[in-house]
């Protein structure tokens, strides 16, 4: 549906109308993804400007989450495939990152809605001063509740559970575990997102139907929302659509 003017504002109110924040998920996840295939639409096959369009489009889509009710948010912005690109686009996207990371620090929203921040992810793959912007962000906000924020960088699913079977066969091998205590309940206690309840909702941008190694324990009940638009032009109706779409579905996990 496109949609400009009067239009637009008439059907964003008419969707504004159907939600109800009593029945937003408690958590989001979303694959920020069509970067790259932004930018060659607007004439440009160098990347960096959808890489840029798109991270200043975070902050303006946590806030529409945050006045929805949504608690928790997992953003998948670098994955640990993504360091095979060219390294000029990678030396880009970690200068985005350590940005984006940096501002946190001074961002009045980010404290107004009492925001923790945390990364995801082999953080140690990262460059020292993403790492150290990270750090920051984190030790900035590691005393708010009110909202989480994951940043899924440098993480793949695969990779998070590896690194959840090291750490339990080090404890076996320890003599700390034995390995009849093993359970979902033990395996979630050693993911990168322990003490976090699963998302709700996962949205992927660009029209891509898959969940390309994102929370791939964590999805396993998730309601899943395919947004035809690149991540970078995604707009407040595409954010409050999905929405609609998982408060009118039924969850029964199984049952």
Not at 13 to 35: E, M, T
Not at 161 to 169: G, T
Not at 205 to 217: H, I, V
Request: aromatic share 10%; with cysteine.
């Amino acid at each position: 549906m496109n949609l400009s003017g009067p239009m637009y504002r008439l059907y964003e109110y008419y969707l504004f109308r159907q939600l109800d924040k009593d029945k937003a998920p408690r958590h989001v996840g979303i694959i920020l993804d069509g970067n790259r295939r932004y930018a060659r639409k607007h004439g440009l096959e160098v990347p960096w400007f959808g890489h840029h369009k798109g991270a200043a489009k975070v902050m303006e889509v946590l806030r529409i989450l945050w006045e929805a009710n949504v608690k928790v948010c997992t953003l998948y912005a670098f994955s640990i495939e993504n360091f095979q690109r060219s390294k000029e686009e990678v030396e880009e996207i970690m200068v985005l990152a350590k940005e984006k990371f940096s501002e946190v620090v001074g961002n009045p929203d980010v404290h107004r809605h009492r925001v923790r921040i945390q990364a995801i992810g082999r953080v140690d793959l990262l460059p020292a001063e993403v790492q150290k912007a990270i750090h920051e962000a984190e030790e900035e906000t590691e005393e708010y509740e009110d909202h989480i924020l994951n940043v899924a960088i440098g993480y793949s699913g695969r990779a998070e559970l590896v690194d959840a079977v090291k750490a339990i066969s080090e404890k076996i091998e320890s003599g700390e575990l034995h390995p009849a205590q093993i359970d979902e309940e033990l395996i979630e206690s050693h993911l990168y997102t322990n003490g976090i309840p699963d998302p709700d909702l996962i949205i992927r941008t660009s029209g891509e139907e898959r969940l390309s190694g994102f929370l791939l324990w964590q999805s396993a009940y998730s309601e899943l929302y395919f947004a035809q638009i690149y991540w970078p032009a995604v707009r407040r109706i595409d954010i409050w659509r999905a929405l609609r779409s998982y408060g009118d579905r039924s969850r029964r996990y199984g049952k």
